[in-house]
């Protein structure tokens, strides 16, 4: 035998006569005769009828209106400025920085001709000049010849009277041994005035030797230093042109690192203006979206149990 209670607690049904709860509501039972009937009637409250109507119309408007496109731009364009920056790395891919091509041309051009480095326009001075005074002595022959009648004039003022006076002296012109005197004379003057001569000129033809020796030395002592110029300019260009291709690089990423924050900067008014339009376009959703929160706060009135009231009512049968 189970009674009425456990039934209940186990929800088993146990006829419309007896008092009950239904989906929350109490529903009283008609007793324990035969016949009886029992009417529950759920209305909403004559105040909120009103609301009812409008929530109704409402839903009915929102469901006929047809599907609105956002007409408003939605992504930011390509700016000048990324334009600009795209353009500029655009032409360091493709064409390279000037820097860098500079001293790669440089070095290429060097290793292909098989000059490491170029000479020095200022190191070669010729072969050091020319003597102004060697060659033929212009005042030689001048100088044999004073020379020469110095030793004339010599013999004629002091050596001829004295053999004079001796072929006089001697009481005849034709004496041999006066005659032999002066020949001896003469010959001795004659062999003077040859060595003079043949003297001088031997010591001209020793000063253009030394001169000349003097002018080869000069000549090689010039090369010697024009070829330390030139060596020593080679060795500078060569130091250069390693440092210019060292520095290169440098350049080329300061160049590209330019580039990439102007393009970061760029990026900055893109995203300013992309912000912009996220804004415009959720003021349009929520302009779009107003009138379905309006409608989700009616029907939470009536969602909430608050606009809603039930009768129960029961006729016929015993208890």
């Known amino acids: 035998m ?135 002595n212009p005042y030689l022959q001048q100088n044999i010849d004073a020379a020469l009648g110095d030793i004339t004039r010599n013999y004629n003022n002091a050596v001829a009277p004295g053999l004079t006076t001796q072929m006089v002296n001697s009481g005849s012109f034709g004496n041999t041994g006066a005659q032999a005197a002066t020949q001896n004379a003469m010959n001795d003057l004659t062999k003077n005035l040859a060595n003079t001569a043949s003297g001088m000129r031997m010591q001209d033809y020793g000063n253009q030797q030394q001169l000349a020796e003097s002018q080869i030395n000069r000549n090689l002592q010039t090369n010697q230093f024009n070829a330390g110029l030139g060596q020593d300019y080679a060795s500078r260009n060569d130091s250069l042109r390693g440092q210019m291709l060292g520095l290169a690089p440098g350049y080329e990423n300061q160049q590209l690192g330019v580039a990439n924050n102007f393009m970061n900067a760029a990026n900055m008014y893109q995203d300013n203006q992309q912000q912009k339009l996220d804004a415009q376009y959720q003021n349009y959703l929520d302009q779009q979206n107003d009138p379905y929160k309006k409608l989700a706060a009616m029907a939470g009135v009536f969602g909430s149990g608050l606009g809603t009231t039930t009768t129960t009512k029961s006729s016929g049968g015993g208890k």
């Open 2 to 136: 189970i009674s009425r209670r456990d039934l209940y607690a186990m929800g088993e049904p146990f006829g419309d006569s007896c008092t009950r709860i239904e989906a929350g509501r109490l529903i009283c039972g008609g007793g324990g005769g035969g016949g009886g009937k029992s009417t529950t009637t759920t209305e909403i409250p004559k105040e909120l009828k009103p609301l009812a109507t409008a929530y109704a119309n409402k839903a009915m408007g929102l469901s006929n209106t047809p599907y609105q496109a956002y007409g408003g731009q939605q992504v930011a364009d390509i700016n000048p400025y990324q334009n600009a920056a795209t353009a500029r790395l655009g032409e360091m891919f493709n064409s390279g920085d000037s820097a860098m091509n500079a001293a790669r041309n440089t070095v290429t051009n060097s290793l292909n001709s098989g000059q490491a480095a170029t000479q020095n326009p200022y190191g070669y001075i010729g072969n050091g000049g020319n003597n102004q005074y060697a060659g033929s």
